[in-house]
């Protein structure tokens, strides 16, 4: 690696980490000003001093290594000895709700960054779909009634609306077997549509057949791991239901870096012209995101790469890559991909994750570390601006609960065992997501640094000792017994507490280690080998 590749990791790392680590220590330090305790030093990282300046009685320092800080305050370590005239100032003389509300600020202010770092995105702008309509499904009502791709819905009964979303929940909406949309259309004036709505045996409303978007029409043939992108899919099977033999098809053919031109006539058919008479499949899985400490990462997947054949068989739909890989029992899994107009091999090793099984318990599962996705067309996005700041940061305390609730649920499974501890990362695993993001883009990073900010007070909440939670626990327990706890007793806690902070810190620092443990070998071999 060399010191540009560093310098790309290190910085969006001690950039995240360093903000985070800053609003945190932020919060002891300004409540505890407030209640009067003295704040003796205020530092970002540990170990040796890089910067360090003296503003009153707190000595603000920036240290080497950034991977946490601390504010100390006066009479916050056990056994200090206290100068009479300050002892009043003492953070171990304080009353127990000043000290809970001291220990309680930090990961406070790790739950309120998210909800601006969000407000501030919603008031930036973010990207929102449009109610053009992408796909209709051949066969569908939606197609009956004469909608095609490209149509821009922009009422529905008289209820104007832009927004994708707000078109999906009309459609679902109960009322009558009916609805009226106005429809734009290119080249034509504004149409009004009646599309009719069918009941579901569930309940509700049968899917009409609109989408915001239509697979890409990339068919392979079977026994051939090749495929051909030749345009949307829906598009495709309407023209071959309307086309007779003879039959000129037209295919781009991707081909050593470039898109090959490819014409076939096919004169004879025993049935109808269609996908299946032709002998063709629909392919290709759109790998809409790879984990940045996967084993897809290290065969060097990239997002938006698509998965033309895996295990020697052509991809027909995520499910079906999904169950290649969990069949695989960890051994190798070949896969084709296509990578703009190039197509690439590559295999990778699946890995054992712990997973809830659908009927209760656990079960071990294989995964590559994707997230899969068909690769779809006619998608519209426009960018949706919250212009008023009190809704903006109302939906930013709404979108942080949910990250709130989704890693409260990933903490119990953790420490339930319906998932492992090889899912923790450390530095190394951090700071290769948070270079991803960055580099990615500017609003990726903040939505990281507003989950990674909502995990840090998650984690600083636990009843275990040396963290905020644990602070809080030992303070409540002093209040309920009414006196101070015995010294032997906090001794004991603590070293409880850092005997497992430091078990986990070195679970996921090895996990680190063994995700890259081929790269590490290699490096050596090649240093000891010259």
């Known amino acids: 690696m060399n010191l540009v590749a560093i310098f790309d990791w290190l910085m969006p790392f001690v950039l995240l980490l360093g903000v985070l680590v800053f609003i945190h220590e932020l919060g002891h330090f300004a409540v505890a000003k407030w209640l009067g305790v003295k704040v003796e030093k205020f530092s970002l990282g540990f170990g040796p001093s890089l910067l360090a300046r003296r503003f009153g009685e707190t000595e603000y320092v920036v240290a080497a290594l950034p991977l946490g800080g ?5 009479g916050e370590l056990p056994g200090e000895e206290l100068d009479p005239a300050e002892a009043a100032r003492a953070f171990n003389t304080r009353p127990i709700w000043q000290r809970i509300a001291i220990a309680l600020a930090g990961p406070a202010m790790n739950l309120v960054l998210p909800v601006f770092l969000i407000a501030a995105l919603l008031m930036s702008g973010v990207p929102t779909l449009t109610s053009r309509i992408g796909g209709v499904v ?69 899917d009409a057949g609109l989408s915001f978007h239509a697979p890409v029409a990339r068919v392979g043939v079977p026994d051939a791991n090749s495929g051909v992108a030749v345009g949307d899919l829906y598009s495709l099977r309407r023209a071959l239901d309307a086309a007779k033999v003879p039959l000129e098809l037209q295919a781009a053919r991707p081909q050593d870096g470039a898109s090959q031109i490819v014409k076939v006539t096919v004169r004879e058919l025993a049935q109808k012209p269609s996908l299946e008479s032709l002998g063709l499949v629909p392919i290709g899985v759109s790998l809409v995101s790879v984990d940045a400490t996967s084993p897809a990462k290290q065969a060097g997947l990239e997002p938006k790469d698509v998965i033309l054949s895996i295990g020697g068989e052509l991809a027909t739909g995520p499910e079906q890559v999904r169950q290649v890989i969990l069949a695989s029992g960890g051994k190798p899994v070949a896969l084709r991909l296509l990578r703009g107009d190039s197509v690439l091999d590559a295999q990778v090793v699946p890995v054992e994750r712990a997973a809830p099984a659908p009927n209760g318990g656990t079960e071990t599962r294989y995964t590559i570390g994707i997230f899969l996705g068909s690769e779809d067309v006619g998608a519209e996005y426009k960018d949706e601006v919250v212009r008023n700041p ?89 209040g309920i017994k009414g006196s101070p706890l015995p010294a032997r007793a906090r001794d004991v806690a603590q070293t409880v507490g850092l005997s497992l902070i430091l078990l986990l810190m070195g679970v996921a620092f090895w996990n680190d280690i063994a995700r890259h443990w081929s790269g590490v070998v290699s490096f050596l071999s090649e240093k000891l080998g010259g």
């Not at 923790?424 to 609003?443: H, T, V």
């Open 70 to 74: 601390f504010v100390k305050m006066l």
């Open 138 to 206: 051949p066969g569908s009502a939606a197609e009956q009634v004469g909608l095609r791709e490209g149509d821009r819905v922009t009422a529905v009964n008289g209820e104007t609306l832009w927004r994708w979303q707000d078109l999906e929940q009309k459609l679902e909406a109960p009322g009558p077997a009916q609805v009226t949309l106005r429809v734009e259309r290119a080249g034509s004036e504004a149409l009004d549509v009646e599309l009719p709505r069918e009941k579901a045996d569930g309940g509700g409303w049968k």
């Open 390 to 478: 009190f809704v903006a940061v109302a939906r930013g305390a709404e979108r942080t609960g949910e990250l709130f609730a989704t890693i409260i649920g990933g903490v119990a499974q953790l420490i339930s065992g319906h998932v492992g501890m090889n899912n923790l990362s450390g530095p190394i695993g951090i700071g290769e997501i948070a270079a991803e993001a960055y580099q990615d883009s500017w609003a990726h990073f903040v939505l990281l640094m507003a989950a990674i900010s909502v995990n840090l007070a998650i984690l600083n909440l636990l009843p275990i000792p040396v963290l905020d939670g644990g602070q809080i626990a030992l303070a409540a327990a002093e």
